[in-house]
């Protein structure tokens, strides 16, 4: 399993994930994103990749964004979420921690 962390580089090559930059590109850096994680799971399919928001707000965005795709990306993925029961697959609206996502077989 490999984690995913989001953010931003500052001026010392560190990623700030705390950081918001508000910069207008929020729908297509997920987009690129989510393409990512697709390309490694092609080639590494075996492997999984988790990650969840710095914040509720942010687990909540990338919980929308999943919904709005789920059915492009449930294709190729299986996504599940991260509840306090523990990872049960994806299903839109439902408390979620974090996110797990695998290739299908």
């Known amino acids: ?15 700030d ?8 590109d929020r729908n297509k850096i997920l987009a690129t994103v989510i393409n990512i994680i697709g390309i490694h799971l092609n080639k590494y399919p075996k492997r999984s990749i988790y990650f969840t928001g710095n914040t509720l707000v942010r687990t ?9 795709n789920f059915e492009e990306l449930s294709k190729n993925l299986i996504i599940y979420s991260q509840t306090d029961n523990g990872f049960v697959p994806f299903k839109k609206n ?10 299908k077989l």
């Open 1 to 15: 399993m490999y984690a995913l962390i989001l953010g931003d580089v500052n001026a010392n090559d560190e990623i």
């Open 17 to 24: 994930e705390y950081k918001v930059s508000d910069n207008g």
């Open 60 to 68: 909540r965005l990338y919980r929308m964004v999943i919904t709005l």
């Open 94 to 103: 439902i408390h979620t921690k974090g996110f797990l996502i695998k290739r």
